[in-house]
């Protein structure tokens, strides 16, 4: 399966409504797609979502890894031998995630095509569906209720709440909610590294009597001793996410004992390929996993449900980062249903132009 071509294109897509989180607001996104098409016909996609801040990637970046060095480093390569084509990857982009997790996609996806398997199969097909949270950005009590609200009637049983910037504001907004909702819905919170130590214990204190699942990136991750702090420190589950960027980092995490939880996210780590070592070394200290998202489109999304599907460790999911996009090319690249996930039909990814 040699590959033979190799283009990709951005995506610019407005959200149907802007959300605001501890450190941008966020209106719009620009995701590039990848296509690679091999000798026999077959054309596997990838789907890039940079985010500079997190991944250090811009669109153009991204374009220009694609185009100046992934076409010539693979083309005429055989595609089936994909972990020895992303450690070439790899090493000529060290510090482009997001560019890597959309090769690594499209890899994946030419894959499962050949063999008949969607790529949740071709890993393990561990389950075949898993409910994902929702989130409520960054907003006055009132509006993050009526968010609430409508996402619980749409049949989502678990939301993620925004925070990280006011944490008594934080406290009574985690309580409003679920005042209104009951107690029989999932709530989680996300502080992204908005907290010190002692706003992250004051805050896991106020808020005992509201039963959250988990509280997330507390602290700044360019500290991870202070995150260490927070999870041996508090009852409530800790996780990891802007800590977490590389195999590295899980190690780390892992083996220092600094979080009860990581959220593995495919545009941080450089796709599933690398996901599933993570998720590996989680494992192995008995850490729970979850699989998240930046802004991306259907297809990365998809990307990351089949990496869930595949393993019994990723108990978790946050994928919810293509529910407004206008216009999002590949939105039929996976299924929702009463807050539930499905994959598309079909091999692959079961999503093609």
């Not at 190799?6 to 995506?11: A, G, L, N, R, Y």
């Not at 610019?12 to 690679?36: C, D, P, Q």
């Not at 008949?116 to 006055?140: K, N």
């Not at 509201?210 to 999870?231: H, M, N, S």
Request: hydrophobic share 45%; proline share 4%.
């Amino acid at each position: 399966m040699n590959i033979t071509k190799i283009e990709c294109w951005s995506v610019s897509m407005r959200l149907a409504e802007s959300y605001e989180i501890a450190y941008e607001k966020v209106t719009s996104t620009t995701n590039v797609f990848l296509r690679i098409e091999t000798h026999n016909g077959i054309c596997g996609f990838g789907c890039a979502a940079p985010d500079e801040p997190i991944t250090g990637e811009t669109a153009e970046s991204v374009r220009g890894d694609l185009e100046g060095v992934v076409e010539p480093l693979l083309k005429s390569l055989d595609a089936s031998r994909y972990a020895w084509l992303m450690d070439q990857v790899v090493e000529a982009l060290p510090n482009s995630p997001a560019t890597r997790a959309a090769v690594d996609m499209a890899l994946f996806d030419v894959l499962g095509k050949a063999t008949g398997l969607s790529v949740y199969q071709l890993l393990g097909g561990y389950r075949t569906s898993i409910p994902t949270s929702i989130t409520i950005g960054l907003m006055p009590f009132e509006d993050a209720v009526e968010h609430a609200v409508r996402h619980v009637s749409r049949g989502f049983q678990c939301l993620k709440i925004k925070g990280g910037l006011d944490v008594n504001e934080d406290i009574e907004r985690v309580h409003a909610v679920r005042d209104r909702v009951g107690p029989a819905i999932e709530l989680r919170f996300d502080a992204n590294q908005g907290y010190t130590v002692e706003q992250a214990r004051h805050f896991v204190e106020r808020t005992k009597t509201a039963k959250l699942e988990l509280l997330e990136q507390p602290t700044p991750r360019g500290a991870p001793d202070l995150l260490g702090r927070v999870t041996q420190s508090v009852a409530l589950p800790v996780m990891a996410d802007e800590s977490l960027m590389s195999l590295r980092d899980a190690f780390r995490l892992a083996s220092e004992g600094l979080a009860d939880m990581v959220n593995v996210k495919l545009m941080k780590v450089g796709g599933i390929l690398e996901a599933l070592q993570v998720n590996a070394v989680a494992k192995s200290a008995k850490l729970e996993v979850m699989v998240g998202c930046m802004d991306e489109a259907g297809l990365a999304i998809a990307a990351g449900l089949h990496y869930a599907l595949a393993r019994k460790n990723v108990v978790y999911a946050d994928l919810d980062g293509h529910f407004d996009l206008i216009d999002d090319p590949s939105h039929a690249a996976l299924r929702l249903k009463d807050g539930i996930l499905y994959p598309a039909e079909g091999p692959g990814f079961g999503w093609s132009i």
